[in-house]
C-alpha cells in the first residue's frame, strides 16, 4: 500500500507568487518592505500588501515602524483576492503614503493628490 500524499493548500496562489517576494514571515517582511509593496510568506497562502497602521495598530508590531499587512485569501470576496484587485489596493496605498508617484498612476487608480 503506497502513503498517502499530502494536499497542498497553496494551489491556487503559485502563479501569482512568481510576481512577488516571498518571506519567512510577516514580521520580517514588514521590517524591510514600504507601504504599498506585495509579498507573501512560505507558510501561507494568502498575498499581503504592506500598509501603515493607523492609532492602536501601530502598538500591536512595534519592530516594523508601524506598518502593517493587509491579507488576502485566494476564493474569498472580501476583500476580492484576484491580482487586479490587490495590484489596484497597493498602487493606492503606495500613492497615498508617497513610495510611488506619476501622473498615470494618480489617474487610472485615483491616488490622492
Given at each position: 500500500?503506497?502513503?498517502k500524499k499530502k494536499k497542498?493548500?497553496?494551489g491556487k496562489l503559485k502563479a501569482q507568487r512568481s510576481r512577488m517576494p516571498v518571506y519567512d514571515t510577516i514580521q520580517k517582511a514588514?521590517?524591510?518592505?514600504?507601504?504599498?509593496?506585495?509579498?507573501?510568506?512560505?507558510g501561507a497562502d494568502r498575498t499581503y500588501v504592506t500598509s501603515k497602521g493607523r492609532g492602536s495598530q501601530k502598538s500591536q508590531v512595534p519592530?516594523?515602524?508601524g506598518r502593517i499587512a493587509k491579507g488576502f485569501t485566494p476564493g474569498s470576496s472580501t476583500p476580492a483576492a484576484g491580482w487586479s484587485s490587490i495590484k489596484a489596493h497597493s498602487?493606492?496605498?503606495a500613492l497615498k503614503y508617497g513610495t510611488a508617484s506619476g501622473k498615470r498612476?494618480?489617474?487610472?487608480?485615483?491616488?490622492?493628490k
Amino acid at each position: 500500500m503506497k502513503p498517502k500524499k499530502k494536499k497542498s493548500k497553496k494551489g491556487k496562489l503559485k502563479a501569482q507568487r512568481s510576481r512577488m517576494p516571498v518571506y519567512d514571515t510577516i514580521q520580517k517582511a514588514l521590517e524591510k518592505t514600504v507601504p504599498g509593496r506585495i509579498f507573501t510568506t512560505d507558510g501561507a497562502d494568502r498575498t499581503y500588501v504592506t500598509s501603515k497602521g493607523r492609532g492602536s495598530q501601530k502598538s500591536q508590531v512595534p519592530t516594523s515602524g508601524g506598518r502593517i499587512a493587509k491579507g488576502f485569501t485566494p476564493g474569498s470576496s472580501t476583500p476580492a483576492a484576484g491580482w487586479s484587485s490587490i495590484k489596484a489596493h497597493s498602487v493606492r496605498t503606495a500613492l497615498k503614503y508617497g513610495t510611488a508617484s506619476g501622473k498615470r498612476l494618480k489617474k487610472t487608480y485615483k491616488g490622492k493628490k
